[in-house]
């Protein structure tokens, strides 16, 4: 199976600054890449699909990119309320796999 | 308001059976697979089992295959999950997520609160 691993573990940013994450698949997932944002206690919530296109409702500041193996997340201007888990997801190949998650922290 | 709502979930001894439901509202529930995903603070996020918009497709984790069982009733806009011969291993906090639409090897554009089940004895 394909295994993504997401890199920091945990990002600690400053309000107003850029935040920064990285997926990488052990093999090509073409740009079927999604990413989540999951907050205590509750379910993950849709941010970004096909590696870049936006989910209905999200902020302009939530921001993707790469394709093949490589994939970042950019939150532009971070808010208090980005702090969350972040899952990258492919959907390329059986079976669907999951990142461990970055945790974002507000410092 | 567009939702999935999970139920059922609780305590189980191993070796035993437990069925969870999500009950969805908001949406033309039979245009969507829906799926079960787990997720436990060891193991992560690990999806269980997908079944087609009109049922007649499903598909299995190697984890699950032959002691879980997905179904729907597009008529009840619900969705089921009945798990048997449960293990240690299956204690996770469950998810209903649904795809965009007929397609079920996509993301996930909805998630409801999730059921945790527990599995002890």
């Known amino acids: 199976e394909i295994v993504m691993t997401q890199s920091p573990g945990i990002l600690s940013v400053s309000p107003g600054e850029r935040a920064t994450l990285s997926c990488r698949a052990s093999?090509?997932?073409?740009?079927?890449l999604a990413w989540y944002q999951q907050k205590p206690g509750q379910a993950p919530r849709l941010l970004m699909y096909?590696?870049?296109k936006r989910a209905t409702g999200i902020p302009a500041r939530f921001s993707g990119s790469g394709s093949g193996t490589e994939f970042t997340l950019t939150i532009s201007s971070l808010q208090p309320e980005d702090s969350a888990i972040y899952y990258c997801h492919q959907n390329e190949e059986w079976p669907q796999t999951f990142g461990q998650g970055t945790k974002v922290e507000i410092k | 308001q567009v939702q999935l709502v999970e139920s059922g979930g609780g305590v189980v001894r191993p070796g035993g059976s437990l069925r969870l439901s999500c009950a969805a509202s908001?949406?033309?529930?039979?245009?969507?697979?829906l799926y079960w995903v787990r997720q436990d603070p060891d193991k992560g996020l690990e999806w269980v089992a997908v079944i087609s918009y009109d049922g007649t497709d499903k598909f299995y984790a190697d984890s699950v295959k032959g002691r879980f069982t997905i179904s729907r009733d597009n008529s009840r806009n619900t969705v089921s999950l009945q798990m048997d011969s449960v293990r240690g291993e299956d204690t996770a906090v469950y998810f209903c997520?649904?795809?965009?639409?007929?397609?079920?090897?996509?993301?996930?554009?909805?998630w409801g609160q999730g059921a945790l089940v527990t599995v002890s004895s």
């Open positions: 093999q090509s997932v073409s740009y079927h």
């Open positions: 096909d590696a870049s």
């Open positions: 908001g949406f033309t529930f039979s245009t969507h697979a």
């Open positions: 997520a649904r795809t965009p639409g007929h397609d079920f090897w996509t993301y996930f554009d909805l």
